[in-house]
């Protein structure tokens, strides 16, 4: 039902900048959450940062807190991730995911209960 696209990967150097967006459509529910995920080749799925459409509220994993910035469009229902200060660390396949049968609260227990995904966006970062 929940569809998403994801865009605006590529390849930076460390120290360079991507802004990564998704839109969504097919919500049912008034509330929802959308956040983004990543998985490097050897590890198993991270969650990277939610943002709730209810309430703002945010979660963002530590490894990119003060660098990454999470912001939605209510009207687009677009999600964006702005990434900055890069690092060769943070290359992964990076894949958004929303619901709407989850409560409207980003934290980390809830935004990794989400059900629906996109099919992901290739960053590279190069050092």
């Known amino acids: 039902e929940i569809h998403l696209v994801e865009s605006g990967g590529g390849l930076v150097q460390a120290g360079g900048s991507l802004r990564l967006s998704c839109a969504a459509s097919g919500f049912t529910f008034d509330d929802y959450l959308i956040g983004w995920f990543r998985q490097a080749p050897g590890k198993e799925r991270e969650g990277v940062s939610c943002?709730?459409?209810?309430?703002?509220?945010?979660y963002y994993a530590d490894s990119v807190k003060a660098r990454f910035t999470i912001s939605l469009d209510k009207v687009k229902k677009t999600a964006y991730l702005e990434m900055n200060s890069l690092k060769p660390e943070d290359t992964a396949v990076y894949f958004c995911?929303?619901?709407?049968?989850?409560?409207?609260?980003?934290?980390?227990?809830?935004?990794?209960?989400?059900?629906?995904w996109g099919q992901g966006t290739q960053v590279t970062v190069s050092s």
């Open positions: 943002i709730s459409n209810s309430d703002g509220s945010t």
């Open positions: 995911a929303a619901d709407d049968h989850v409560p409207s609260i980003a934290n980390e227990e809830i935004c990794n209960d989400v059900r629906n």
